[in-house]
């Protein structure tokens, strides 16, 4: 069963930047579609964006020219690059599997998550 831990979450002010990175063990990483989700507080999970096998990349309309997701399978890791952060971006923020039929659709066990809160 893959293994999912998430880093790079912290405080930052409105309008800068982090990079979340998520790091994968315990099945091949490159055979897998990868996705970042989030979930504010008092509010349900939800997707974020993924990034295929290939490399075909698709996000929530919410973050779309703000944030962009890659991965590096050499090193069975998944990235979030997060810019021009706004307040509403706090959540906590979850790295999963991705179905490659249902692109929104996560797989497996969720990690730790990592927190990123945004001041305005």
């Known amino acids: 069963q893959a293994q999912l831990v998430e880093s790079g979450g912290g405080l930052v002010q409105a309008g800068g930047s982090l990079r979340l990175s998520c790091a994968a063990s315990?099945?091949?990483?490159?055979?897998?579609?990868m996705g970042w989700f989030r979930q504010a507080p008092g509010k349900e999970r939800e997707f974020v964006a993924r990034?295929?096998?290939?490399?075909?990349?698709y996000y929530v309309d919410s973050v779309k020219g703000r944030f962009t997701i890659s991965r590096d399978n050499a090193k069975n890791t998944v990235y979030l690059q997060m810019n021009s952060l706004r307040p509403e971006d706090t959540a906590v923020y979850y790295c999963?599997?991705?179905?490659?039929?249902?692109?929104?659709?996560?797989?497996?066990?969720w990690g730790q998550g990592t927190l990123v809160t945004v001041s305005s």
């Open positions: 999963n599997r991705v179905s490659p039929v249902i692109l929104t659709q996560h797989l497996g066990a």
């Open positions: 315990g099945r091949p990483f490159s055979s897998d579609a």
């Open positions: 990034i295929s096998r290939s490399g075909s990349t």
